[in-house]
């Protein structure tokens, strides 16, 4: 059996901090995801500002299709995979600036946040415009209906009623959203008419969008899955169906596919057939699913990126997970890719996830630090981080961690010179 080895914390010395007139852009409120959403509203504002005094109700009708349709496509899953694909195509050759701004695609995200919010802006001056211009009771009903249905998507998305009722907000953007395109297309009709429509540029979009929204449940699929439960913290689930997915992608399963979907990170192993995911105990369904294990599960879609497929962006990097965070990294780990050096804090690894999983992440890293806080306590993963990417030579370091410890990592690196890349939770 391998040993761990404990990472020491002992004389370790945080790089300086950025001058003020570079840390200033490392901060949270302006990180990539809220700039990509205040250029969406920039640009909605130009075009309002060169479209007035001319703005009617079909212009803002158009003018808030257009946005919906970025809020839509940006999270179709195949235009995430070609955005990653295209942003991770640039050589470790060019400068580290440009490499480190790169691998910030995954803030895409922003786009969708923009789009939706200038698409609702646009919609209900829509709204207004058509009932000062005295338009048909038909279209009047649909559009008070559809604005009704943006403001109970919108006030969801509110970060602290989010975070307390995901559930809610996973089920009121899944039907509201599926009801709101129903509605678009009897507002685009009751618009336009029959005989025009098929001319209308309206009515191609909405085709768009209707094969977008469609697309992943022509894949729905239930399949039969194998589960091993090391303990009652962890279940880690194998799967053969299908193609292997490719490492850095993630899977979303459910149990009620029209209720509830969560995603987790595909593990490929290089030599067999299939691919794992680690499920931890963090909350309701994943207790549930740790204590209840089914024989087959519901799968949709397609394998899409994560964060950690920007690796290939740089020479050395270092990945720091705490607890089932090890999961995203694995995967990587094995790929042996991009030389990588792994920092993990767990509570007591081999008896949380199992010999068999920790001796095979041992045996692609055997320079490993890994932190047992049920020794140690919980360690300072910013200093353990930046003591790793100080003694490996890494260019960047990559967390897969709680959204709290993630940020507190990213933005504790980056504000002292370190490109450093965590989830942004913004699906």
Not at 193 to 220: C, D, I, K, M, Q
Not at 282 to 309: C, E, Q, Y
Not at 416 to 424: M, Q, T, V
Request: hydrophobic fraction near 50%.
């Amino acid at each position: 059996m391998t040993q761990l080895k404990h990472a020491p914390l002992d004389d370790v010395t945080l790089p300086p901090l950025l001058p003020l007139a570079r840390r200033v852009f490392k901060h949270p409120v302006l990180m990539h995801f809220n700039r990509l959403a205040a250029a969406v509203i920039a640009v909605n504002a130009i075009v309002l500002a060169t479209a007035l005094p001319g703005v009617d109700a079909e212009f803002a009708s158009r003018a808030a299709l257009f946005n919906f349709a970025l809020a839509i496509l940006i999270r179709r899953q195949r235009l995430i995979n070609l955005l990653f694909r295209i942003a991770t195509s640039a050589p470790v050759t060019w400068p580290l600036r440009v490499r480190w701004t790169l691998a910030k695609v995954y803030h895409f995200g922003g786009l969708h946040v923009g789009g939706a919010v200038a698409g609702s802006l646009w919609f209900a001056a829509f709204v207004a415009l058509a009932t000062v211009e005295r338009a048909t009771a038909d279209v009047l009903l649909l559009a008070y209906a559809l604005v009704g249905l943006f403001a109970a998507m919108l006030v969801t998305t509110i970060p602290k009623l989010r975070a307390e009722n995901h559930n809610r907000f996973e089920l009121v953007h899944r039907f509201g959203g599926w009801s709101s395109l129903v509605l678009l297309w009897a507002l685009t009709v009751a618009q336009i008419g029959h005989r025009e429509l098929l001319a209308s540029l309206e009515f191609w979009v909405l085709v768009a969008l209707t094969a977008a929204v469609v697309a992943p449940w022509t894949r729905l699929r239930r399949v039969p899955v194998d589960i091993k439960r090391p303990s009652s913290h962890v279940a880690i689930a194998r799967f053969t169906h299908g193609r292997k997915p490719f490492a850095g992608s993630s899977t979303a399963i459910s149990r009620s596919p029209l209720l509830e979907w969560h995603s987790f990170a595909n593990i490929p192993s290089p030599d067999e057939h299939g691919f794992r995911l680690t499920i931890s105990r963090a909350g309701d369904w994943t207790g549930r699913f740790i204590d209840d294990l089914p024989s087959h599960v519901w799968v949709k879609g397609i394998t899409t990126a994560g964060v950690a497929n920007i690796e290939v962006l740089f020479r050395k990097v270092v990945y720091v997970a705490t607890g089932s965070g090890i999961g995203p990294c694995l995967p990587h780990l094995l790929a042996q890719e991009v030389p990588a050096l792994l920092v993990w804090s767990t509570r007591s690894p081999r008896q949380t996830f199992g010999d068999e999983l920790v001796d095979e992440i041992l045996a692609v890293q055997p320079e490993a630090r890994i932190w047992d806080t049920a020794l140690h306590g919980k360690p300072d993963m910013v200093r353990l981080a930046a003591a790793a990417h100080r003694d490996f030579g890494a260019e960047a370091v990559i967390c897969i961690s709680n959204k709290k410890l993630t940020w507190q990592v990213v933005h504790g690196l980056e504000r002292r010179g370190i490109p450093a890349y965590g989830a942004i939770w913004d699906s």
